[in-house]
Nanobody, 124 residues
Framework: QVQLVESGGGLVQAGGSLRLSCAAS????????MGWFRQAPGKEREFVAC????????YYADSVKGRFTISKDNAKNTVYLQMNSLKPEDTAVYYC?????????????????WGQGTQVTVSS
């Protein structure tokens, strides 16, 4: 059984930083692409970032490019999302997901396992 458990969310002031972690079990992170999505109240879930199985390729939504960094530690079977220069519009529940393939993908349908989410709130 595959489980993805996010942690690291919280309340931060605008301009601050947070690092989210996603610990995977039941699936080897090194074999699949991993992604982060977010969903704000009343909005659809949106893509944030993705990293390939090797870690050599990454892809970001325009809204977070230059501020967020996705990385992975295959030895720990964990994926991270470093979020800097946070803005109030980054407030959302952040979800970790494991892709069906090894390459970077950005649509939810291309992911088959999801975590429960972690709340990130950025105050102005």
């Amino acid at each position: 059984q595959v489980q993805l458990v996010e942690s690291g969310g919280g309340l931060v002031q605008a301009g601050g930083s947070l690092r989210l972690s996603c610990a995977a079990s039941g699936r080897t992170v090194s074999r699949y692409a991993m992604g982060w999505f977010r969903q704000a109240p009343g909005k659809e879930r949106e893509f944030v970032a993705c990293i390939s199985w090797s870690g050599r390729s990454t892809y970001y939504a325009d809204s977070v490019k230059g501020r967020f960094t996705i990385s992975k530690d295959n030895a720990k079977n964990t994926v991270y999302l470093q979020m800097n220069s946070l803005k109030p519009e980054d407030t959302a529940v952040y979800y970790c997901a494991s892709a069906k393939s090894s390459v970077v993908v950005s649509t939810p349908l291309e992911y088959d396992y999801w975590g429960q989410g972690t709340q990130v709130t950025v105050s102005s």
